[in-house]
T-cell receptor
Framework: GQQLNQSPQSMFIQEGEDVSMNCTSSSIFNTWLWYKQDPGEGPVLLIALYKAGELTSNGRLTAQFGITRKDSFLNISASIPSDVGIYFCAGPVSGGYQKVTFGTGTKLQVIP | NAGVTQTPKFRILKIGQSMTLQCTQDMNHNYMYWYRQDPGMGLKLIYYSVGAGITDKGEVPNGYNVSRSTTEDFPLRLELAAPSQTSVYFC???????????????FGNGTRLTVT
């Protein structure tokens, strides 16, 4: 099936630093979604991307839809303690847009 | 507005026991989903439903059953619990296609299940 691999798996950063993470797939996606999971809660949608090359921002977060349509990137600028959590990329399963498959996640920890 | 509510929050089962994880949503969403989350593995889709009376398998359905008799409720049943089912289970719902920003997945806060 379609598999989404995220890197890095986890990262520690100092408050105020910028963060970059990525998501790659062996197959093409027509939509990329980025979710964040706060500790002890369910994931929440941050950003959705629909076109190759598209760059979309949500506050300090910026995500890009890779040109090859097999990858996506998420950047967080000037990190703050509440950025702590697990970030998941996700995309619709081929042949079934009502189903979404999730990546393996990047766990972010911010050191104040 | 409660959103998606899951019960219980925690549960410990012995091997071979059965249980039902409850999920209810008050947003009148047509689509509902069950995911399990294992460390380092992301979220895997177990079952989903596109409306009352309609259910379908996801990526990892073995060992589970679901029903959708009403729009609001989507319980997940484990018949013979096994250690491999130790996980955190998330129920989610969406108004329409969950790949749309206008129809995102709304998740509950999860049920942490341990099978020993």
């Amino acid at each position: 099936g379609q598999q989404l691999n995220q890197s890095p798996q986890s990262m520690f950063i100092q408050e105020g630093e910028d963060v970059s993470m990525n998501c790659t797939s062996s197959s093409i996606f027509n939509t990329w979604l980025w979710y964040k999971q706060d500790p002890g809660e369910g994931p929440v949608l941050l950003i959705a991307l629909y076109k190759a090359g598209e760059l979309t921002s949500n506050g300090r977060l910026t995500a890009q839809f890779g040109i090859t349509r097999k990858d996506s990137f998420l950047n967080i600028s000037a990190s703050i303690p509440s950025d702590v959590g697990i970030y998941f990329c996700a995309g619709p399963v081929s042949g079934g847009y009502q189903k979404v498959t999730f990546g393996t996640g990047t766990k972010l920890q911010v050191i104040p | 507005n409660a959103g998606v509510t899951q019960t219980p929050k925690f549960r410990i089962l012995k091997i071979g026991q059965s249980m039902t994880l409850q999920c209810t949503q008050d947003m009148n969403h047509n689509y509902m989903y069950w995911y399990r989350q294992d460390p380092g593995m992301g979220l895997k889709l177990i079952y989903y439903s596109v409306g009352a009376g309609i259910t379908d398998k996801g990526e990892v359905p073995n060992g589970y059953n679901v029903s959708r008799s009403t729009t609001e409720d989507f319980p997940l049943r484990l018949e013979l619990a096994a250690p491999s089912q130790t996980s955190v289970y998330f129920c989610a719902s969406s108004l329409g296609l969950s790949s749309s920003y206008n129809s995102p997945l709304h998740f509950g806060n999860g049920t942490r299940l341990t099978v020993t």
